[in-house]
Every structure is written in structure tokens, then in C-alpha cells.
């Protein structure tokens, strides 16, 4: 039986301490597989998540690069629809001598300015926009196509165009002396945006020029009226008038045209190139024009010209050159056009 017990006894001694032993195993295997998993997805989860930055790096540099493309392609699709043309006016315009600096001061090497006429630029523009097709043209106000499209002046940062421009009245050398009458209409000669506006618009929308610049003096006696105030009526003078046949200076040139022969005066009016305006002025070949733009559009011309002719001063002021584009194009400024 002492035998008998002593066995058992170291029996279960080596039972308990087998079950000890297991459990300490058990729980160190269970610790170590714990760690072990929580490496794991400690180390999953820094893949993952550098997986979603670089992710996200892509996707911002696919934002980008879709954004530089987008850019690239709206100014080069803008050049090839429009086969890299500028659709101008009368070689001899300042406009046309600005938007030549602009190509160069953009640095627009691909783009050329051709050379038309106020009537063939503004039918252009007309058949553009009807077609809701691009187009950029050299523009200014006061003209009647602002009324009668949506359009506007792309931005112009490096200011090539300068700010807003005045229309000035030039007579000859010794007009006053000769002609006080008309010399003193003409100085008092002044107008807005609006009045030209709306003989323009009458004269685009069918009526004949002379009968629209008709129509505004009707309409506005009182203003006629403090141009004329003081001035004696003359019997058959001859006077001649010239001006660039822009559809704003049609309507100006008509208007006091009008005025002249209400006060008894012959009125010869001959539309001319802008050069030659000013030169018959400065020459004395014409009495006198109600149609210089300055200081910007025929600047060069009053240096050629301006110390042999009087400049009677601003007779509309607030007008605007540039380049002008439908508001239905998505560019806003000339760097677009780069």
C-alpha cells in the first residue's frame, strides 16, 4: 500500500505539473499568436493606408494633369477652330497697329490680325454667332454690335489697348477765321455713348443713315440747341466734312452734317482711310473730322499730323478698344490665346 501511494502520488504530480506546463504553452502560444496577429495588422493597415496615399497622390496628380490638359486644349482647340486668325478691320487703324504689339507682347507667334473692314468684321461676327461658332475680332465701343450680340473684351493684363479713349473733333488750320459758325458747332459739339448708340442702331436695324441721324436731332432739340446757341445762320457755305467709315463715325459725321445744313451750310462729307482723314485735315483739304480716337487709335496719325490742324477736344468720351470675343466662348483674357 506505501508503495501503492508513493506511485500515485508522483502520478499526479507529473499530471499537475504536465497541465502547467500546457497551460503556460498555451498561453504563451496564444500571446505570441495575439502579437504575431496584431503585427500583421498593424503592418496591413500602414499598407493600406499608404495604399490610399499613393492612391491619393494619383488621383491628384490625375486631377492635375486633367486640369493642365483641359487648359491646353481650350487654347488650342479656340487657335485651330479658328485656324489661329484675328479677323480686324482697315489696315491703317490704330486698333489694328495695337493688336500687331498685342501678338507680339503675348507672345502669340502662331496667331495673325487680318486685315478687312468695319462692315466685313461686324458680318463675320454676325454669322459666328448665329452659328454659335468662335471668333475674335478687334472691337470698340460705342458700336451697335454690343447692343445686338452678347459679346465682351477679352482681359488685357499687360495693358496693350490702354484704358478708355475719347473721340476728338480736328479742324483745319484757319477754320475760326473762316467759318466762325461752324467752327463754334463744332466746338461745342459734344455727345454720350448712348446718343451715338442709338443712331447707329437705327441705321443697323434698316434705316437710312441720313434719316436716323434725322430722327436724333428731332429727338433731341434741346441738346442741338446748346451746340447752336449764339450761332448766326449762313447762306450756302461750303464746308467739307471726312471721317473713317466706322458705323460710329457714319452716325457722328451724318448727325452734325445735319446740323451744319439746319444752320444754312453745303456739307460735302467723303468717308477716307484714317491716314488720309487726317492728312486732308492737316492739309486743308478738309474743312474739318468729328472721328479721331486718342490717345490710342490714331495716336500716330496726331504725331504725323497734329501740329498742322486744331484739336477741338473730346466730343465723346469713354470709348473702349480691344479684342472682343462672344460671351458664349470660355476664354476671359488674351494670355488664353497662349
Known amino acids: 500500500m506505501n508503495k501503492f501511494g508513493l506511485a500515485a502520488s508522483l502520478s499526479l504530480g507529473l499530471v499537475i505539473a504536465g497541465c502547467g506546463a500546457e497551460e503556460d504553452n498555451a498561453g504563451n502560444n496564444a500571446a505570441d499568436n495575439a502579437g504575431g496577429n496584431n503585427a500583421a495588422e498593424e503592418n496591413n493597415a500602414g499598407e493600406n493606408n499608404a495604399a490610399e496615399n499613393n492612391a491619393g497622390e494619383n488621383n491628384a496628380a490625375e486631377e492635375n494633369d486633367a486640369a493642365d490638359n483641359d487648359g491646353g486644349e481650350a487654347s488650342g482647340n479656340v487657335g485651330e477652330e479658328l485656324d489661329y486668325t484675328i479677323t480686324g478691320i482697315d489696315a491703317g487703324a490704330g486698333i489694328m497697329s495695337a493688336t ?130 449764339g450761332v448766326e445762320e449762313v447762306d450756302g457755305e461750303e464746308i467739307s466734312l471726312v471721317f473713317v467709315a466706322w458705323d460710329s463715325e457714319i452716325a457722328s459725321t451724318n448727325m452734325i452734317a445735319l446740323v451744319l445744313e439746319d444752320l444754312g451750310y453745303d456739307v460735302s462729307m467723303d468717308p477716307l482711310e484714317a491716314n488720309f482723314m487726317f492728312q486732308a485735315v492737316s492739309e486743308g483739304e478738309a474743312d474739318a473730322m468729328v472721328a479721331a480716337w486718342l490717345p490710342l487709335t490714331h495716336e500716330h496719325l496726331v504725331e504725323d499730323y497734329g501740329d498742322s490742324m486744331e484739336d477741338l477736344g473730346a466730343n465723346l468720351e469713354g470709348a473702349r478698344t480691344g479684342l472682343v470675343v462672344p460671351e458664349y466662348m470660355d476664354i476671359d483674357s488674351i494670355e488664353d490665346l497662349q
Open 100 to 229: 500687331d504689339e498685342a501678338v507680339e507682347t503675348y507672345e502669340l507667334s502662331d496667331w495673325d490680325v487680318t486685315a478687312s473692314s468695319d462692315a466685313a468684321m461686324t458680318q463675320a461676327l454676325a454669322d459666328a454667332v448665329e452659328n454659335e461658332e468662335p471668333i475674335i475680332v478687334t472691337g470698340w465701343t460705342p458700336h451697335w454690335k454690343f447692343s445686338s450680340f452678347d459679346l465682351k473684351f477679352l482681359e488685357d493684363p499687360e495693358g496693350v489697348y490702354g484704358e478708355a479713349e475719347d473721340i476728338h473733333t480736328f479742324a483745319r488750320e484757319g477754320l475760326e477765321e473762316d467759318m466762325p459758325e461752324a467752327y463754334q458747332v463744332l466746338d461745342n459739339f459734344q455727345w454720350s455713348e448712348e446718343d451715338m448708340g442709338e443712331i447707329m442702331m437705327e441705321i443697323q436695324d434698316g434705316t437710312d443713315e441720313v434719316e436716323a441721324a434725322r430722327n436724333w436731332i428731332d429727338n433731341n432739340e434741346d441738346t442741338v440747341a446748346e451746340w447752336t446757341d
